[in-house]
């Protein structure tokens, strides 16, 4: 299973790559107005800080400006992935890309119908929300699986990347369904290293060694 994070912060992203567990990167416009920075020059450099995919969200709503828009972006560097939102023009964005090529992100899905059309259109990856999902009281997990099946089904090459993670179970989740990508803001990835019990079993550990009075080398 392979871990996006979901920010536009580069000292994050910096950090978390340095722990070896980056896959890859995602943004999108609201996450570019939370750097305050400008979107070409903050996508390049998070292009530098991995090797993997990094999403880069097109904000036109039409086909035609869809496509000058990915244009410019994957100018930026080799590893950008073009998101594009789920509508019948992102889709038609979406199978002239992937047709020539380029890495594709559909963003904004809430079914798993829409799932199934984004593969139909060559997505590289498809992006349900769970969390959003979730907050309107629905089961943003049980979609997951559903696409998951679905997917399976027809051999559909597209990685199902489940993002608007708000926790670690979350994550949990996405990998028993066996989803490819967990996209995560910085404090969900970090909160996957933590456990109560192994703060207490190193604190333990270390009251004991000071009694000894050894050192290590
Ligand atoms: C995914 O690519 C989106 O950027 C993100 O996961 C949205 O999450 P949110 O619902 O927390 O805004």
Known sequence: MKFFVDTAD???????????????????????????????????????????PVSAEVVALDHETMMKEAEVLRKIANNVCIKVPLTIDGLKTCKALASEG??????????????????????????????????????????????????????FETEILVASIRHPIHVLESARIGADVATMPPNVIRGLFKHVLTDKGIEGFLADWKDTGQNIG
């Open 10 to 52: 580069t000292a994050e992203i910096a950090d978390l790559a340095a722990t070896g567990m980056v896959d890859g990167v995602t943004t999108n416009p609201s996450l570019i107005k939370k750097s305050g920075r400008d979107i070409m020059e903050v996508t390049k450099e998070i292009c530098g800080l991995t090797d993997g």
């Open 102 to 155: 380029t890495m594709v992100n559909v963003t904004l899905c809430f079914s798993a119908n829409q799932a199934l059309l984004a593969a139909k259109a060559g997505a590289s990856f498809i992006s349900p929300f769970v969390g959003r999902h979730d907050d309107n009281g629905l089961d943003g997990m049980k979609l997951i699986d559903d696409i998951r099946l679905i997917y399976d089904n027809y051999a």
